[in-house]
């Protein structure tokens, strides 16, 4: 049995409150908003029952927010990508922000099991003045269950539409990629935090959080597999490498706390589900 499932989640400014509505077809939903740094930032949790996808399952997530709105989705906890005996699992992410809008898209970290065909999709539209900050963390196996990812392929897509695409293929049977000095060196677990703006950021502003990024990387035990880029005007990437999600996710949510406060002068303080 396969699942299919979607949902739709806008954002919106009403008498200086951001709000959420939101409408679903199958399992997947959104808890009730939470508003822990006050009435401007609206907190949300993305929830599937389910607890993971196998092959032929999709999930379709469409994200909007209208000028002044602020969103913050995260989920309860990892998503899994199961084994496959051949169909594709497929997350399918779509936001659009108008002028305006600022949106954290945080998901916890995707674990792909060993023999999964998994294609995970995030696509971003964003107007001139609108501001996203949001991770991919993906976790290739389970080493520390001795479960280790030697069959079945991932692709993930990350695309600023316009201005920035990353899309590749981790394949279990491509050694020279997942071991390779070139590749992963033997890592399984990589993260990706970035910035993704609908104008081109300033460049006193791109060096302060360059920098920002940096100071926290500096003293961390990831320093040597971790770095902080531009890869085009109007984005920001944080990349790093680890044998296992803990250090990755550590250290990208540090680097969180530094940036908020230059970004947006907000606080860096973590939304509560993470602290259970």
Request: hydrophobic fraction near 45%; glycine fraction near 12%; aromatic fraction near 6%.
């Amino acid at each position: 049995m396969t699942w299919h499932a979607s949902l739709r989640l806008d954002y919106a400014q009403e008498g200086g409150r951001s709000v959420a509505r939101f409408r679903h077809d199958g399992p997947l939903r959104i808890l009730q908003s939470l508003y822990p740094e006050g009435h401007g930032i609206c907190h949300n949790v993305l929830v599937h029952p389910p607890g993971g996808l196998v092959g032929g399952d999709t999930l379709q997530v469409r994200v909007s927010g209208t000028a002044g709105s602020h969103g913050l989705v995260t989920t309860p906890g990892a998503s899994r990508f199961y084994r496959s005996e051949g169909a594709v699992a497929l997350q399918d992410v779509h936001i659009t922000l108008q002028a305006g809008a600022r949106l954290e898209w945080l998901p916890l970290e995707a674990l792909y099991y060993s023999g999964c065909q998994a294609h995970n999709r995030l696509l971003m539209t964003l107007e001139p003045g609108a501001e996203l900050l949001g991770w991919d963390v993906a976790a290739l196996g389970l080493p520390q269950a001795n479960q280790p990812f030697v069959r079945g392929s991932v692709l993930q897509h990350i695309e600023l539409q316009g201005a920035w695409l990353e899309r590749g293929r981790i394949a279990a049977e491509d050694t020279r990629l997942l071991d390779g000095p070139l590749g992963l060196a033997g890592h399984r677990c990589l993260g990706s935090l970035f910035i993704a703006c609908g104008s081109e950021i300033a460049r006193p502003r791109r060096a302060a959080l360059l920098d920002a990024a940096r100071a926290v990387m500096e003293p961390s035990a990831l320093c040597h597999t971790a770095g902080a880029t531009a890869p085009g005007p109007q984005v920001l990437v944080v990349r790093v490498l680890a044998p296992l999600v803990e250090p990755v996710m550590q250290l990208l949510k540090a680097i969180r706390v530094a940036w908020r406060p230059l970004l947006w002068q907000e606080s860096g303080a973590d939304p509560r589900g993470w602290a259970l």
